[in-house]
């Protein structure tokens, strides 16, 4: 290799070592060093504790002190020699033109206008069909990527599974009896069957107690109170505005509220919002009790429940 | 043996002049060049969590009975996903930490990549010839967006379960196609038939992280081929990037910079614990968390849900539940419609068409920097909305009142933040010494009582920036005269 003789291999413009250009940042190299080299040395021996730590006991506090001070007098370490060791310059790069010149852009426009002009003109049938058939692919192309995915909404969103006769029980089945509730006591219910559901989730409140036979509790407008029945009355338990549970119920107030912005309904008055961005009362389950003192709806909701749809009349 | 190597690829390939060419790229010195730098590391400590993450993850809704050392959620009935979940924070080793090093990097990545669209904002550095490099990196904002809600979304616990209701109502609320985007997402009526999970799941590590990867790719090939932007100084003009070469010095204090900000990822991994879902419980339907935050950049949609009137209309025979739909879907779809078309629209307002390649300082700038601060002012407010009840509390106020404030402080506050913004930079660039670097003064005492002030030396480094910039030079001790020629040329011995 080293016979032959010298030759020129390209510009490499150099500078010596005393150049002003290649002075390190720092004031005092000598003492940047060796904070770069205590830092690194702890570097290394963090990643060692990490290794160790990672062995003996799997805790995240020793895990992540060790790693951290391991990545972090390394990295700390690198960058003080490359920021404070290294030359700085100030070094020059020039920048060009990336645009071509006019000529060069003539000619790729001939290129695709004159060249691809007459190849399309000569044969519009060949190249209208293909256009036919290349845009049709792409439409038939995306039947099974969307169509495929799930069903249509149809009637699904307008219905829930209360229906005339639907028993009230607990998220655990259990059937609700008329005395199960205190005045003030809220319970979610389900249709049997039905335990679970998002849809069907519905609060239940006892506002009073009423005796068999006494004039209902009478709900404010635009409530209905021959919808309750010994003061009990149910709401469905999702949100009119995004369909959060409403879960929260303040019995001073007698108000539900929403946990997620806050919408609060007023439960003596048919649960219309009184604040926030809900912009719909809860739907309202109508009650009965059947011969053995079972809870039971009268019928379904009489409107979907839920936040506002397009299809929503 | 590295020469050896290096003919051998060379050879093939042809590299050594494209390669030498690269290690003598040149970046500006400047601390908010960094910015950028956070967000590319950090998405590298995204990928890499992930992965690890991915081989304990399972994907799927199917309830099981959990059986793993966390005591409290023996014998309950929870979904795969939340039980493979707390597995991975309590039974995989280091699990925990990867978790929450992999949800804190998502935090911080979205973080600096706002900072530095800010940065790039401010400086005017989206100008002619970079305004792709903006759209391209708009485009990965929006997608880490994304891809963060479809990742906090995946444990399936009670609080990102309720964020996932929430997006269903959203899309629900979309006049026309509302309902069936919904259905097809979800498989049907909410909570779906179960596929969702995996859905999210395969969104979220593989097709987002791969277009953000192209995306990537595009960023920093642009940035290669139209060089930096840099600020005015001496020696910088229009034509020219004065810096670092970026071997050796730019790398070695870009890689420092990787492995600190991994450090700072991993610390506050192990000591700021984030989204305990194992204290959230798992999801379901009709229960519901009194602490329902989204992670941060989720927020101002929070927010502006929140301090919305409730307007739904009715018409035509149509729900058309404007109080979602309008903050929810029309106010983001406007703001990162503005983010897109900006370098456009401001290129259309000055009728500037010139290429740009030095940067502005903001206030040269006082429109630009009004407008930006105004934006910004509108999504910080609307990002505090989502915090009303939390106000509301520390306060003691009611919270009628809170959201009556916001109401009325998100549409005045940006306006006036606007006027406001565009004084002080008038002001500013009267003010000749403004943002200066200042040199210290030693004030003596002569002892016939007289004060003498002496200006101290520059700081070295500051002395670098009065030197005339040159090419990269290769390093040597001394030049041996039968080496050098005239022009500085170096001959090469072989
Ligand atoms: C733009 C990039 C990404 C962002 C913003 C992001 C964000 C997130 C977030 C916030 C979580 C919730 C973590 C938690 O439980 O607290 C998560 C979970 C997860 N991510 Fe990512 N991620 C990204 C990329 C990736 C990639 C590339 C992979 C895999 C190759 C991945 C795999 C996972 C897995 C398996 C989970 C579920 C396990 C868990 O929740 O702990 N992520 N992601
Ligand atoms: S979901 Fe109930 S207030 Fe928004």
Redesign the interface.
């Known amino acids: ?2 016979d ?1 003789s ?4 390209g ?7 005393d ?5 390190p ?3 005092h190299p000598e003492r940047v060093n060796a904070v770069a080299v205590l830092s690194m040395v702890v570097g290394f021996l963090g990643f060692i504790g990490f290794g160790i730590t ?1 062995w003996i006991s ?1 805790q ?6 060790t ?6 007098g ?10 404070y060791l ?10 060009h033109d ?1 645009h071509s010149t006019e000529a060069e852009r003539d000619a790729m426009s001939a290129a695709v206008l004159e060249r691809g002009g007459i190849v399309v003109k000569r044969r519009k049938v060949l190249g209208g069909l293909f256009a036919l058939g290349a845009g049709t692919f792409g439409v038939v192309a995306a039947f099974p990527l ?2 495929s ?5 149809g009637r ?2 307008f219905t829930t599974n209360w229906k005339k006769d639907s028993l009230l029980v607990s ?1 655990e089945g259990r059937p609700v009896k008329v005395s199960d509730l205190d005045v003030g006591g809220v319970l ?1 219910v389900f249709p049997k069957g039905f335990e ?4 069907d ?1 519905t609060i239940l409140i006892r506002l009073a107690d009423i005796a068999p036979g006494e004039p209902p509790f009478p709900l404010a407008p635009p409530g209905r109170s021959d919808w309750t029945v010994r003061g009990y009355v149910a709401y469905s ?1 999702m949100c009119t ?5 409403v ?2 119920y303040q019995e001073q107030t007698q108000q539900l509220v929403c ?5 609060i309904f007023n439960v003596v008055a048919g649960a219309i ?1 009184e ?6 009362p809860l739907p309202q389950l109508p009650l009965k009790v059947d011969a053995q003192g079972f809870l039971r709806s009268q019928a379904g909701y009489d409107q979907p429940v ?8 | 043996m590295i020469d050896k190597s290096l003919r051998w690829v060379d050879d093939r390939l042809g590299v050594a002049k494209g390669g030498r060419t690269f290690l ?3 970046f500006p ?1 400047h601390w908010s060049f960094m910015l950028g730098e956070i967000a590319l590391y950090s998405f590298v400590v995204l990928l890499a969590t992930g992965v690890f993450l991915t081989l304990y993850y399972v994907p799927s809704a199917k309830e099981v009975i959990y059986h793993g050392s966390y005591l409290p959620l023996r014998g309950q009935r929870v979904s795969e996903a939340y039980a493979s979940t707390i597995g991975l924070s309590f039974d995989v ?2 699990g ?2 990867m978790r ?1 090093a992999h949800h804190w990097a998502a935090d911080i990545f979205l973080g600096s990549i706002a900072v530095h669209m800010a940065r790039v904002f401010f400086t005017g550095a989206f100008r002619k ?1 970079r305004e792709l490099n903006w759209v391209v990196g708009v485009s990965m904002l929006l997608l880490g967006i994304l891809n963060g809600f479809l990742g906090y979304s995946l444990p399936d616990d009670l609080v990102s379960g ?1 964020g996932i ?2 997006a ?3 899309l ?9 985007i ?12 179960g ?1 969702i999970i995996p859905r999210f799941f395969i969104i979220h590590v593989l097709i987002i992280p791969a277009i953000i990867v192209g995306l990537l790719a595009a960023h920093l090939g642009l940035l290669v ?3 930096h932007t840099q600020f005015p100084g ?2 910088r003009t ?8 970026m071997f ?17 990822i ?2 506050l ?3 700021a614990q984030i989204n305990p879902i194992w204290q959230f419980g798992p999801y ?7 602490a ?1 935050q989204p992670d941060w950049y989720m927020g101002w949609l ?1 927010g502006a ?2 301090i ?5 209309f ?1 018409g035509w ?5 404007l ?2 739909f309008l903050p929810a879907v029309l106010f983001p779809g406007i703001v990162f419609n503005l983010f897109f078309a900006w370098p456009f629209l401001e290129a259309k307002l000055t009728k500037d068409r010139a290429y740009h ?1 030095l940067l502005d300082r903001p206030r040269d700038r006082p429109k630009r920097t009004a407008a930006g601060a105004s934006v910004f002012m509108l999504l910080f407010m609307v990002f505090c909305a989502s915090s ?2 939390v106000l509301a509390n520390f306060f003691n106020v009611p ?2 009142s809170v ?1 009556i404030t916001f109401r009325i402080i998100v549409i005045v506050l940006p306006i006036l933040t606007f006027f406001v913004t565009y004084q002080i930079c008038k002001e500013l660039q009267g003010y000749e010494a403004a943002g200066k670097r200042k040199h210290p003064v030693v004030v003596t005492l002569t002892p016939e009582g007289e004060y003498r002030t002496t200006e101290m030396a520059p ?3 500051d002395g ?2 009065e ?1 005339e ?11 041996p005269p039968e ?3 005239g022009s ?7």
């Not at chain 1, 150049?19 to 002075?23: E, K, R, V």
């Not at chain 1, 390394?74 to 920021?83: D, S």
């Not at chain 1, 995915?149 to 909404?153: A, I």
């Open positions: 290799m080293s032959e010298p030759q020129l291999t510009a490499l413009p150099v500078a010596a070592l150049d002003p250009h290649l002075q940042y720092a004031a990672f799997d995240v506090q020793w895990e992540a002190a790693l951290g001070v391991g990545l972090f390394l990295g700390f370490g690198v960058a003080a020699w490359g920021k290294m030359p700085q310059g100030p070094f020059v790069e020039e920048r990336f969307i169509r995915l799930g069903p249509k909404p699904a969103l998220l979610t679970g559901s998002s849809p989730q338990k505005h995004l369909g959060c549970p879960g929260l946990p997620c912005h806050q919408s919002p604040f926030g961005p809900a912009p719909r839920g936040p506002g749809f397009w299809e929503r009349p | 003598d790229k040149i010195d080793k280091s925990l930490l929450q010839p309720t209701r929430i269903y109502s959203i629900e609320s979309i006049p026309i196609v509302g309902s069936y919904a259905f097809f997402l979800f498989g049907g009526n909410y909570p779906g038939n596929i081929k139209q060089k001496k020696g229009e034509h020219n990037v004065v810096g670092s070469p050796p010095t730019f790398m070695a204090k870009t890689t420092g910079f990787m492995f600190m900000t991994t450090a700072t991993f610390l991994a192990g000591f379901q339907p009709y229960q519901i968390s009194y329902v929070d849900l929140r919305m009137p409730s307007w739904e009715v025979g149509h729900t058309w539940p109080e979602v390649n009303t009840d919270l009628q959201l700081h070295p480094g670098h920036e030197i910039p040159i090419p990269v030079p290769t390093f040597i001790n001394l030049v080496l050098a020629t500085g040329v170096r001959r090469v011995m072989r």
